[in-house]
């Protein structure tokens, strides 16, 4: 199944910061939208931000915004989320996956219906 691979959560204190991969080792993401989602115990999986590989716009939901922050290393195939100023309510399992069809972020969010190649995601949590 092709899928993108999701590493570097793990257990962090309030305040403090990680960095999330994301890689593609068999998709292609130059000239597409990537975005990073998380999905909180009991509730639906939420878009956090997204990057355009074709233009380098960005998007990021107000949660976040000032926070993290999203960009790519198109050679490695690899798109990062740098999560800094973490808060409790950041604990979560971060996915990515690839906007369909679309190289460019949508101006009204990162949906989820809207992207394939799900991976397993990483575990993020943030203890207070």
């Known amino acids: 199944e092709v899928q993108f691979v999701e590493s570097g959560g793990g257990l962090v204190q309030v305040g403090g910061s990680l960095k999330l991969s994301c890689t593609a080792s068999e998709i292609p993401i130059d000239e597409y939208a990537i975005g990073w989602f998380r999905q909180a115990p009991g509730k639906g999986r939420e878009g956090i931000s997204c990057?355009?590989?074709?233009?380098?716009?960005?998007y990021y939901t107000d949660s976040v915004k000032g926070r993290f922050t999203i960009s790519t290393d198109i050679t490695k195939k690899i798109v990062y989320l740098q999560m800094n100023r973490l808060e409790a309510e950041d604990t979560a399992v971060y996915y990515c996956?690839?906007?369909?069809?679309?190289?460019?972020?949508?101006?009204?969010?990162?949906?989820?219906?809207?992207?394939?190649?799900w991976g397993r995601g990483t575990q993020v949590t943030v203890s207070s």
């Open positions: 990057i355009s590989n074709a233009d380098g716009s960005t």
């Open positions: 996956a690839k906007r369909i069809l679309y190289g460019f972020c949508a101006p009204y969010g990162t949906v989820p219906h809207e992207y394939v190649y």
